[in-house]
C-alpha cells in the first residue's frame, strides 16, 4: 500500500511564511500527479495547488503569487512554500496524490492525514 506523510504546519503570524512536505512511501510505480487541498473549519475541503508529472501547476487564485508547489521525484516528496500568510490561510492541509503501485496496471487516488496551519492576526 501507499502512504502519504504531511509534515511543516504550525502557528504563524499573518506575513509570515510555512513550507509544507509530503512524503508518498510504499510500494509506488509511478507518480503522474500530486496536489495539495485545505479545508477550514465549517467549509469544504479545497484544492490550493498540484503539480502534474508533464511539469504543470495549478493554484487556486486565492493563493496565486504567495503559494508555490513543487516536488522532488527523487524523494517521492511536494512541498508547498507558503508565503505571506493570511488568516483565512488557516485550515488543515493534505497532501493527494494519484499514484500507479508496482505491479498493478492503474492508478489510485491516495491521501495524508493532513496537517494544521494557523495564521494569527
Known amino acids: 500500500q501507499v502512504q502519504l506523510v504531511e509534515s511543516g504546519g504550525g502557528l504563524v503570524q499573518a506575513g509570515g511564511s510555512l513550507r509544507l512536505s509530503c512524503v508518498a512511501s510504499g510500494r509506488i510505480f509511478s507518480i503522474n500527479a500530486m496536489r495539495w487541498h485545505r479545508q477550514a473549519p465549517g467549509k469544504q475541503r479545497e484544492l490550493v495547488a498540484a503539480f502534474t508529472k508533464a511539469g504543470t501547476t495549478n493554484y487556486a487564485d486565492s493563493v496565486k503569487g504567495r503559494f508555490t508547489i513543487s516536488t522532488d521525484n527523487a524523494k517521492n516528496t511536494v512541498y508547498l512554500q507558503m508565503n505571506s500568510l493570511k488568516p483565512e490561510d488557516t485550515a488543515v492541509y493534505y497532501c493527494?496524490?494519484?499514484?500507479?503501485?508496482?505491479?498493478?496496471?492503474?492508478?489510485?487516488?491516495?491521501w495524508g492525514q493532513g496537517t494544521q496551519v494557523t495564521v494569527s492576526s
Open positions: 493527494n496524490a494519484d499514484i500507479r503501485l508496482s505491479g498493478v496496471p492503474w492508478g489510485s487516488e491516495y
